[in-house]
């Protein structure tokens, strides 16, 4: 058992049709993933790498049931199509998109939590369950089975750190993407409560950034709850205050969300802060016995 | 986007929050015409915090004082910004200064309001327990009762309150209907007649939703380089270190950056090219680099759904094209990467697999030609 | 409140749902000169279903079948209704009716959308298979999705689909900003050209919600006495016995009528004075009663927040002031009652406990007097 | 223990400076409820009965904690104070406020639903466990101690019915008022569900009318999961189509919601249906041993 996602976990891939859609399609089902469905309106009844295309996700799910959706929808139509899938009962939500208004995605969590739907992203790479599923753009090559858990906000330096961890031999039970939005589904603190419990996990990598107070939760939660060791890289410590580092959510406002501020509440947590992304493995080394 | 104040104020007064009465001026000459009666404030309209304490304010009592005023507002930049308006308004009779904000608090996934009974100053240096913090379900809004609540943190008067939930209600209207991340009045100022005032007004709007705001006036405080990198989407941002920065995906440019610092080095620029590159993009991504002058320049790629091919292929055709007129240290590795290193060869240019040893590399060499 | 379809047509005017064009006549006179030009349809502007069967819908051709037509139409009643305006409009040609309504479930506690490619003929009579029920979530309303999935159901045109989604949102729109009960289309009609009109409209405002609809005609097709009993807010409906009911609570009210009708009788009224009448409400409730001429009265009293001897002091001061027209049974119990039968007492009334026994003895009084 | 409530729950009554807030206050502490606190807009410092006043929910939950609340507000203003009381975390709701607009009736189950909480009425008498506490507006005499588990959608009725049970010795577990509005929050099933469970209760009384079709649906639920003994009224029996009963929700709507309908439904589920209030004394008496 991983978290979040296993084998059995079916999956819709709205947008199936399009360029990104059709690709990802592709590599989640070559990895192992039961991509059941997709959807593209007034494309029902086309297949992509033979998988069926309905018009609304409310067919879909009634012929196919599946259980999580991801999301591959220009970052306008992102909400209509969350609340599409949330509304026809999806209870896990995979949000690739980019770029989705801050005012959308505060209506996304707010009927997801009605529903009691879980949501990763918007702007995540996904999640990936090693050698057996994922539902996320993640190359395929990198995800080896292991003994560590892997959170980042982050996809690239994300792939960069698990690169690492492969090359120094240490592969990765689920690596899951938060988003790198301002407003984002799950957080640090739901994904370190599964990675606890996981008895597949037995060291957590936690991979954030400057930006809000994510990580300062994290490291509080940690502290209380976590027994397990974790391992943290936090970028952006070269960042100025106010400038938007790529990520909607990667800005040092008003004095809040810096480097430093987040690095220290990790450290009195416990946790090994690694000062290059580099480092990561050999920090991890040290906690596995 | 963040709005100039006599922007936030128009919007204010569209959806009926009380504002200082005022004129904005585009010169000293246009400031002496405005009509305005003393005793009258004059606010340089710049986008920069504690406008105050920078000079950027100033009274005055009298015409004359009113020319002075804006000859000096108009001469000298206010915290480093240069003035080309300057908004004359009504000098209000305080009685008291609240602060009132709404915004979105992250953890919580909702908006907030923010708001407390020491207005009139950096909300950063009000204790905490100074300040409400209401979160808001967006399924419902802000009912008046939510107001009520507000109200009696602020201990407002009785005949203070509907005015106030109403101003509150609007502000909400305003920042859900124009997508703001932030909406604050600080001061919300009650005169000494007891009348409900806002007397600043800063407004963000959200960039992502500037597609449905066609009504809305673009504030652009961007850069040549920077409004060339928008246009082709890439994520670009200036810093004042002398080595160019090429990476893909956010958090690895950052942390390309952190590494340069580790080893001693500045970065340039934060430029991420995102997913997926193409090698027009890639190739544009450059000449902004380069057209900003750095001492060298690093390209770190690793190659998911960017492929290595690609980047090497764009760099390739800037270098035939232009030269390259600086020392480029590339890493790259990923997909596509050895067809990616085999375009480099070709063209005399090395690769290296490893962050840290480019890095080194890239410092030393800026380190030297500085 | 069911409005006449012509004002549900003018409401979908509003919102943009495309109705046939059409204008009202209140006279055969108006008729004629109305200026359509035929074919038209004639249709009776009567709060009645099946208004085609009852003769209320009739076609002309030429300007003669107009005036004959309308001159029909406004002599002879429709349905029992007598018909003061008639609505005439052009004559569509219909390639495909659709049946489509937005109202609430009870069960789910939700607006539904029910749609279903059998239209033009009572819902009642299509299977349930061919009726598509899509419960909505007030939360988020009815995005694009939803009229995917109701145009897919009814397998329209894709080319029709843009125009549908708008349509349906268009009329959820107004279901929810005028807070009604019912907004059918029956049927809904797709054109020989290809077009989407909505060639009936069936409209029911909610009356709790009146009161935030000042812009709404208010449609009265209640009696005298009916419009007296809303005054002072008390529930009454008439109905065809000679026993006339007072009594306190809406279930016990109906629960009187079904006894005195288990015993043979009939109620001429239902009449719920509420929880907590005055006596001047009581007083009132007796005269409107009264007015409908029963051949006796029955008052069942039940009290807990209606107090006995209120209703005991109201029945006098009738009395009192203009006797009693017919006999009346009285059945009281609960708060006050001693009270209230001390007061019945001394003006020379008797009461009963039993609600069985009282209801024998009036439907008796009522049988003899007949 | 009784149903939805018991000796400990703590109450809130929203519109306690009223005349009908006031009076029922004084009635529900004499009955032995716990009324904590009590809200007025520009009335908080006041006090009704020694029970602190507030101007809003939020204040009095923080310092009192209710987990219940009750309306009595003016039915255009029933929207606002219920979302209050849902928003501050109350997790019953008991809204006696009669003629809330039926949009407003769909906003505030939408909002219980999202927030996990009970709603009873609009239009309902409340909740009554007898001899312990109530939030209500019963008259309190009429409750006595017994086997008998009662749901109505209408008051009087009800008090009809439990009285003439009173008078054959018949006492009673839990009164339950449904509320006699369109849509109401809990219905037969959900508290038919919490009858059957209830170790106090022997037979259930179900006194329903015309309208709708939750008296169908009863029966349905009736003939899988209730064991226990039912005896039930229908309110109705004499009523024409078409014209609303009283109750916005007592009417024959084209041709569904009829007495006959739902009489044959109880019946075809065991149900003891009685002609006339006055019977279901004796038939429970033939139902309980």
Known sequence: MAIIIDNDTTVLVQGITGYQGRFHTEQMLKY?????????????????AGVPVYDTVREAAQRHRPVA?????PAQLGKEAALEA?????????????HIPLHDSLEIMSFARARGAMVLGPNTFGVISSGRSKIGIMPNQFFQPGPVGVVSRS???GYEIVGAMRAAGLGTSTVVGMGGDRVVGLNFMDILREFEQDPETEAIVLIGEIGGTAEEEAAAFIKEKVSKPVVAYIAGASAPPGKRMGHAGAIIERGRGTYAAKVAALRAAGVKVAELPQEVPSLLKKVLR | MRLYEYMGKDLFRTYGIPVPQGVVATSPAAAELAGMKPPVVLKAQILSGKRGKGGGILFAATPQEIKVAA???FTAPINGYSVNRVLIEERLDIARELYLAITVN?????PVILASAQGGMDIEEVPAEAILTRPLEVAIGLPSYVAREVASF???????????????QNLYRLFREKDAELVEINPLVITAAGQLVAADAKVIIDDDALFRHPELVRVEEVSEAEAKARQYDLAYVELDGNIGVLANGAGITMATLDTLQYYGGRARNFLDIGGGASVEKVAAALEI?????????FINIFGGITRCDDVATALVEVKKRHGLPVPVVIRMVGTNEEEGVRILRANGLEAYTRMEEAAQKVVEIAESAA
Chains 1, 4 share one sequence.
């Open chain 2, 289 to 297: 680099i380069f057209a900003s002058r750095p001492k060298a320049l």
């Open chain 1, 155 to 157: 996809g690239t330096l």
């Open chain 2, 71 to 73: 000859e000096r507002l």
């Open chain 2, 154 to 168: 602020l201990a407002l008067p009785s005949d203070l309150r509907p005015e106030f939930a109403a101003l509150l």
């Open chain 2, 106 to 110: 992250r953890s919580l996934q909702a």
């Open chain 1, 32 to 48: 192992g993933t039961r991509v059941v469905a997709g959807t593209s309106p007034g494309k029902g009844g086309q297949e992509v």
């Open chain 1, 86 to 98: 949330l509304e026809a009962g999806i209870k896990l939500l995979v949000i690739i998109s980019e």
């Open chain 1, 69 to 73: 959706s991801i999301l591959f929808v």
